[in-house]
């Protein structure tokens, strides 16, 4: 559809006669403006505002469908939706690790967790005085999936006669860095634990609640198993209500229990 409109005047000029000669040009006999509005199936429209020979002014107005612009919105969605994932894929899964013993290394930690998925960062924590470790430090997994498996497997486990802890980091569980983590299951135990090994694959949690609770009252009891490097092994750690019962359960180190001699100590505190 077309829309025309033009106005035309026809127009000549003679200088008068006068004292003083002033020159007047003779201007065209014809002035022409003209506007055109052009619809086309491209829902598109077009102003040109033509004057003499010369375009004025020339502007383009863009008219888009509901459908097209639909498909706009869906296509910058998915743009921020994806590149949010890469910022997620970018930051990772932090984690906290503590109660490490002082010797530990980075690379001890690489190998530590590197079977649970793709690191992005490891940190060990030092003093900047004396760059000794200061007992703790920082894991990046790519996902939470990973993160989270390795939480299962590694919190509570004994690492150089210490009970590791792992956990998110307060960054993550305060929600700065994803605001839909997970968090993991709370474990309230009391600083006073012994630790028991050797034990059988038998054993559960319900017979160190019994077998321990001759020496005082068991808090806790938290029996973990461990795969790695081929050895089937199955310890476990014990939280009593006060350390005097925590010492007395030591004394069953060295005794059999369930068919195995197991050894029992106090787990070491920061």
């Given at each position: ?10 127009c ?19 002035t ?41 919105i ?9 590149k ?38 490891v940190?060990?924590?030092?003093n ?143």
């Amino acid at each position: 559809m077309s829309i025309f409109f033009s106005s035309a005047t026809s127009c000549s000029s003679t200088p008068a006669p006068t004292s003083v000669n002033i020159y007047k040009p003779i201007l065209p006999c014809r002035t022409t403006s003209s506007i055109h509005f052009i619809y086309s199936f491209s829902s598109s429209a077009s102003i040109s505002l033509y004057h003499s020979r010369r375009i004025w002014t020339k502007s383009k107005l863009s008219v888009v469908s509901d459908e097209q612009q639909l498909d706009s919105i869906d296509t910058t969605e998915k743009q921020q939706n994806s590149k949010e994932e890469e910022e997620k894929v970018q930051k990772g899964y932090e984690l906290y690790v503590c109660n490490l013993p002082r010797s530990t290394e980075i690379s001890d930690l690489v190998d530590l967790f590197k079977p649970f998925g793709t690191l992005i960062s490891v940190e060990v924590t030092r003093n900047a005085d004396t760059g000794v470790s200061r007992g703790c430090g920082y894991v990046t997994l790519t996902s939470a999936e990973e993160a989270e498996a390795a939480i299962v497997a590694l919190d509570g486990s004994d690492l150089g006669s210490r009970e590791l802890r792992v956990k998110f980091s307060e960054d993550m569980i305060s929600g700065r860095k994803n605001n839909t983590m997970v968090q993991p299951k709370k474990i309230i135990e009391t600083p006073y634990k012994t630790y028991a090994g050797n034990l059988s694959w038998s054993v559960t949690v319900e017979d160190l609640k019994e077998y321990f609770s001759q020496y005082g009252t068991v808090v806790t009891a938290r029996l973990l198993h461990d795969k790695k490097s081929g050895k089937n092994r199955a310890y476990g750690f014990i939280s009593f209500s006060s350390a005097d019962e925590a010492k007395a359960a030591t004394a069953s180190n060295g005794m059999v229990f369930k068919g195995r001699t197991m050894p029992v100590r106090e787990v070491l505190k920061e």
